[in-house]
């Protein structure tokens, strides 16, 4: 079973920047791809990122070109490089460790991002 540990929220200003990581541990058999989700306070959870076994990724349309979703196998860690940070990116992201479309092996607790001057 795979355990998720995120980190690296925080506050910034807006155009700011920020990585979050996710440290998985445990056995990873049967995760296929790996996402980023957020949920901001009154709206309901939003994918935002994903990166497949392949590599192959995708964003969603309110963070392309501004997120970038990676992987180092190596330190079993997926990260999210955020840049040109807007004030609506404000939510916890989490990330879950996906094994086929809807179901997932495992979610990690979240870190909070805040985007404000």
């Known amino acids: 079973q795979v355990q998720l540990v995120e980190s690296g929220g925080g506050l910034v200003q807006p155009g700011g920047s920020l990585r979050l990581s996710c440290a998985a541990s445990?056995?990873?058999?049967?995760?296929?791809?790996w996402d980023w989700y957020r949920r901001a306070p009154g709206k309901q959870r939003e994918l935002v990122a994903t990166?497949?076994?392949?590599?192959?990724?995708n964003y969603a349309d309110s963070v392309k070109g501004r997120f970038t979703i990676s992987r180092d196998n190596a330190k079993n860690t997926v990260y999210l490089q955020m840049n040109s940070l807007k004030p609506e990116d404000t939510a916890l992201y989490y990330c879950?460790?996906?094994?086929?479309?809807?179901?997932?092996?495992?979610w990690g607790q979240g870190t909070q991002v805040t985007v404000s001057s």
């Open positions: 445990g056995s990873m058999f049967g995760i296929n791809a």
């Open positions: 879950g460790a996906r094994v086929r479309l809807g179901v997932w092996g495992a």
């Open positions: 990166i497949n076994s392949d590599s192959s990724t």
